[in-house]
């Protein structure tokens, strides 16, 4: 029987997901098909048990289901446990949907090689945070700072993590030159102003690299302002990329081309894409 998976969401129809899974399964030449589906809010469960009921491969969860879906699944590895947060689902051999989170290991990996004694800087202590520092933490990168404007948020990260430190906003601006790689994981990185952006950059470190999660646009304006001090900057776009990677390599077996992916969706998105 021809395997399939799927991405499910809502709202579902501006995921990059199908385009590129579609593609991948394309160039390995797998016998395999990926759609995306909407579902509304109270009917997860039986979407959860339909996907299980037509015998789905495995399939991706976006927003706003990551932390819904956990009760609804067999297992949950430790890539989502810690995090509280599933991204995609995968069927084993004896049948069950085991839930794993591929967010923060595909942004890790989006950074290309890096080393573990460098100082990192995590601005926000959100989810999208919590994924990424949980990330840095289970690979070894023990010299984390969580910044955020409630100081206590960034605290219980570090207290999860067992590592690290938390500053404030202001500290983590007075300090920025300490700082080997700066994520910014809130939503101040889109305001339009540099009075709005959430930390001032003019102390960034000679060499440093600066991320931003987002994506779309491909340059937006906290890395538009950490350009203007001639350092490596990385937009979302590799941790879509590479997290879809990794949830194609559990479905699979095999690990897909990122790099002409990454160059695919540039085109798709249009604009600047600035990279390793």
Known sequence: MKRWFAVIGNPISHSFSPTMHETWLKQLDIDASYIPIHVEQNN???????????????????????EDIIPFLDE????????????????????????????????????????????????????????????????????LTIANRTLEKAKVLVEELQTGQALTLEEAENTLDTFDIVVQTT????????????????????NAIVADIVYNPLVTPFLEEAKKNNVRTINGLGMLVHQGALAFSYWNGTKPDTDGMIQQLIEQIGGNYVNR
């Open 44 to 66: 997860l469960e039986k979407a959860v048990e339909s996907l299980k009921l037509l015998g789905c491969s495995g399939w991706n969860v976006t927003v706003p289901f990551k």
């Open 76 to 143: 949950i590895d430790d890539s989502a446990r810690g995090i509280g947060a599933v991204n995609t689902v995968v069927k084993t051999l004896d049948n069950k949907y085991v839930g794993f989170n591929t967010d923060g290991l595909g942004f890790v990996e989006s950074l290309g090689s890096i080393l573990p004694e460098q100082n990192i800087l995590l601005i926000g202590a959100g989810g999208a945070a919590r994924g990424i520092a949980h990330a840095f933490n289970s690979l070894g990168y023990t010299q």
């Open 187 to 206: 939503s101040l990185g889109m305001k339009t102003s540099e009075a709005s952006l959430p930390i001032q950059l003019n102390r960034l470190k000679e």
